[in-house]
């Protein structure tokens, strides 16, 4: 199935997180106040089907980067922001980054997010680059 362009193919599979339907996000919506932020960030089978698209055309990094992107849809911004300042050198000890890698598998479903946080422990170990408590 030859999914590119998506948009112009198949527009009714796109979605966005809150459910939205690309159709549903006009201006007159938005000015309206129906569709807000959240109507507008994509969703995960959004993602997913970009990925099917990135493999479609032999792109397979794109495609596991949107596969990864897919993964943290469920995880709140301000999360991802904390996670990401926590894999800087010197930021997080061991067991906070077990600790997220955890979070990530366990609660949102990101088990390739979360092995991405063990390969950051074993790194961060083997270099002497975790914070010391």
Known sequence: MNLYPLIEKYPELIS????????????????????????????????????KVALEDGKPQLAENFVRAAELIAVPDDEILQIYNSLRPYRATEEELAAIADKLENKYDAPICANFVRETLTVHKKRDILRKE
Do not use: F, P, R
């Open 16 to 51: 966005s997180k809150t459910g939205k339907k690309l159709e549903d996000v006009t201006i007159e919506n938005i000015m309206n106040g129906n569709i807000g932020i959240n109507d507008i960030s994509i969703s995960k089978s959004t993602l997913m089907l970009q990925a």
